[in-house]
């Protein structure tokens, strides 16, 4: 996200009054200490005008959604918006960090969707989620 800010030269200020929020929220969201809540995410992506309707993605990320999509249906529908806060966070911090966080050990760039998929539900069912991958992202840069 701020990086999306800073390429059109808004201030955290200017982004948080064109999403309807404020700046805090924004500078929290920029900063890690809160994933953003999905509407709110959604006010904000609007106002850096990313498209958040239906395109076509490249082959791997459809791959990528075709396998989360039916993970999200079996979330209770109560439990939907927190878990996929955390989701939400998980890949924000990717993007940030320019690499994917590792869920159940190091990051494998060879891995196929399907192991990082089974990774991450293995992850889920020991109930680690943001702040623990982050400790293992963390934990295995420092071991290299």
Request: glycine share 8%; charged share 30%; net charge neutral.
């Amino acid at each position: 996200m701020k990086q999306l800010r800073t390429q059109q030269g808004l201030r955290q200020i200017e982004l948080a009054e064109a999403a309807g929020t404020t700046e805090r929220t924004v500078r929290n969201i920029e900063g890690g200490s809160t994933a953003g809540q999905a509407a709110m995410l959604i006010k904000i992506f609007r106002a850096l005008n990313v498209e958040l309707e239906h395109r076509d993605y490249a082959a791997d990320v459809q791959s990528y959604l075709a396998m989360v999509a039916p993970l999200i249906e079996q979330i209770e529908p109560a439990n939907r918006l927190r878990v996929m806060t955390r989701v939400i966070g998980l890949l924000s911090d990717a993007v940030a960090e320019g690499a994917v966080p590792t869920v159940g050990g190091a990051a494998d760039t060879d891995a196929t969707p399907q192991e990082i998929t089974e990774k991450a539900r293995e992850a889920w069912a020991r109930g680690e989620g943001r702040r623990a991958a982050k400790r293992r992202t963390k934990k295995d840069t420092e071991e290299e």
